[in-house]
């Protein structure tokens, strides 16, 4: 194999980034996101070079990161109206940004810990993107600190959590989740630790997750000034955490369904497997409230109905999952059918 070639970037000084904000911001107002994308370049006549460190990406490489990137989010930024879209899935745009920066970019990692060069980056290189997830430019999040910064923030979440961070998961990380967990360094510091909490996180049932998370990240802190987190390994540290996680006030219940009880086996038969799909899986990430109603209303068979006239194929709930998979019984999918 021949060796990995790893790449520092142009940078931008702070000063030369203000401006570059004002001219994202007015070409924003006068044309959306479409207007912003003309001001993208692979160059800039501030830009300050990087002396040691390593091979400097050119504006040839840069321009085939840019549609390298901007291929990996064609689903958000393809879109009539990306703000629109990316704001109905932050938490997916962020994993998947994140992932497409990681891997396309192939940045050392010293390079990546200077504001500078995300200035160039976010600003210069991708600003149709930045201005995309983040229309209104807040200072924060193009000027702003590592656990904040529009595009520096989820370069470092995918370097330390990688595949943690789940583009199926029924419901991903969320932002306040990871900016909780990223921004108290008494914890990012560790990455093994970071890790075991994003993965207890992920799977927990608490109805109001980021609360519990927020709990979670405090009680481990809080341990964190008595013990060497460093010294365990990872099935002590996994072992903590859990033991931290069931002292955190537990999670609502799982909504109890009101069913209509039916004298017909094969009816019976039906609402009993919903019940169980729906005791495992329809948790904090199932938003369609409606399902409860059409059940006490119209009775399990119209539920599913209506259900799966309402999810598209795309969706990968575990509950609509395994809906799917009842109906392919050959005598439910036919009571469900109307047949």
Known sequence: MGEVTTWVYPRIALAHAQRQVEAIRSA??????????????????????VETGGPVAQPGRLSDIRT??????????????????IARDTARFDIALGRSLYKRLDI??????????????????????????????????????PSKHAMQRLWIRERVLGGILDLSSPKPLGEDELFQLFDRTALARNHRLV?????????????KRM?????????????????????LTDAELTQLVAAEAA??????????????????????????????????????????????????????AEAVRRLSARVGDADKHPFVVEMRSIVRDPVLGALVAGQ
Not at 122 to 142: F, I, S
Not at 196 to 206: D, E, P, Q, T, Y
Not at 211 to 231: C, N, P, Q, V
Request: hydrophobic residues 45%; glycine residues 6%.
């Open 108 to 145: 050392v990692n010293s390079d990546a810990a200077h504001l500078e060069t995300w200035n160039f980056l976010a600003l210069v290189l991708l600003p149709d993107v930045t201005v995309a997830r983040w229309p209104a430019l807040h200072p924060d999040r193009v000027l702003g600190s």
């Open 68 to 85: 390298a990137i901007l291929g990996d989010l064609a689903s958000w930024m393809d879109a009539p109206d990306p703000v629109a879209t």
């Open 28 to 49: 924003y107002v006068e044309g959306g996101v479409a207007r912003v994308r003309d001001l993208a370049s692979p160059d800039h006549p501030a830009k300050t070079p």
């Open 195 to 207: 890790r075991v909490l994003a993965s207890a996180v992920i799977g927990s049932r608490a109805t």
């Open 247 to 300: 002292m955190v006030p537990g999670p609502s219940p799982t909504p109890r369904l009101k069913v209509r009880l039916s004298a017909d086996a094969d009816e019976a038969r039906l609402t009993e497997a919903v019940v169980a799909a729906w005791n495992a899986h329809a948790d904090y990430a199932f938003v369609d409230g409606e399902f409860e109603v059409d059940m006490a209303e119209y009775g399990t």
């Open 211 to 231: 609360e519990w998370a927020r709990s979670l990240y405090k009680r481990i802190t809080f341990l964190t000034g008595a013990r060497l987190m460093d010294s």
